[in-house]
T-cell receptor
Framework: GAVVSQHPSRVICKSGTSVKIECRSL??????MFWYRQFPKQSLMLMAT?????????EQGVEKDKFLINHASLTLSTLTVTSAHPEDSSFYIC?????????????FGPGTRLTVT | GEDVEQSLFLSVREGDSSVINCTYT??????LYWYKQEPGAGLQLLTY?????DMKQDQRLTVLLNKKDKHLSLRIADTQTGDSAIYFC?????????FGQGTELSVKP
């Protein structure tokens, strides 16, 4: 149980275009999901907390107009990188906290490698 | 300091025990977690410990918690080559997980 999928796993896009990444909890409901960014050999940087039915909460320094988050259902959150630039190239990972979880555990997707050319 | 801290590298021989250490910051963290990340993949939840516990054992994994020193450790018994990965500890702050920078475990045959 507690499986989270992400799609796509890899994407290459041209500078100036937008890219949408999907995060799905496959066997549990998650009112709260999280989006992280990870640079090579570094830890995870929390970008935003995604809440079903309400606006996402962005961490300091993360541009909400550039990284659009939509949490349309209890099993799906999407991250759209708008007007992507090469510096947005990174590994994006989502996670989901089960509504029936006992603590604050998060289950992670496999990540999406974004390359902007 | 303000960060969750881990040593960056650990190298052991196959069959030995590995001990990965972590110092966290928030004494009110109710749960503390250990995650494993293999190359190019997401994070896998390995185990967790509730803050009122000193120790938790789960098969080859043993977690020790010293609340006074805000020190957390993960011991892997009989380490295998398949255990080679990056291990992250995480504390909870306001419903969010705060991760350490990760310890890269290298297991030599």
């Amino acid at each position: 149980g507690a499986v989270v999928s992400q799609h796509p796993s890899r994407v290459i896009c041209k500078s100036g275009t937008s890219v949408k990444i999907e995060c799905r909890s496959l066997d549990f409901q998650a009112t709260t999901m999280f989006w992280y960014r990870q640079f090579p050999k570094q830890s995870l940087m929390l970008m935003a907390t995604s809440n079903e039915g309400s606006k996402a909460t962005y961490e300091q320094g993360v541009e909400k107009d550039k990284f659009l988050i939509n949490h349309a259902s209890l099993t799906l959150s999407t991250l759209t990188v708008t007007s992507a630039h090469p510096e947005d190239s990174s590994f994006y990972i989502c996670s989901a906290h089960p509504d029936r979880g006992s603590g604050w555990e998060q289950y992670f997707g496999p990540g999406t490698r974004l390359t902007v050319t | 300091g303000e960060d969750v801290e881990q040593s960056l590298f650990l190298s052991v021989r196959e069959g030995d025990s590995s001990v990965i250490n972590c110092t966290y910051t928030d004494s009110s963290s109710t749960y503390l977690y250990w995650y494993k990340q293999e190359p190019g993949a997401g994070l896998q939840l390995l185990t967790y410990i509730f803050s009122n516990m000193d120790m938790k054992q789960d098969q080859r994994l043993t977690v020790l918690l010293n609340k006074k020193d805000k020190h957390l450790s993960l011991r892997i018994a009989d380490t295998q080559t398949g255990d080679s990965a990056i291990y992250f500890c995480a504390e909870t702050q306001g419903g969010k997980l705060i991760f350490g920078q990760g310890t890269e475990l290298s297991v030599k045959p």
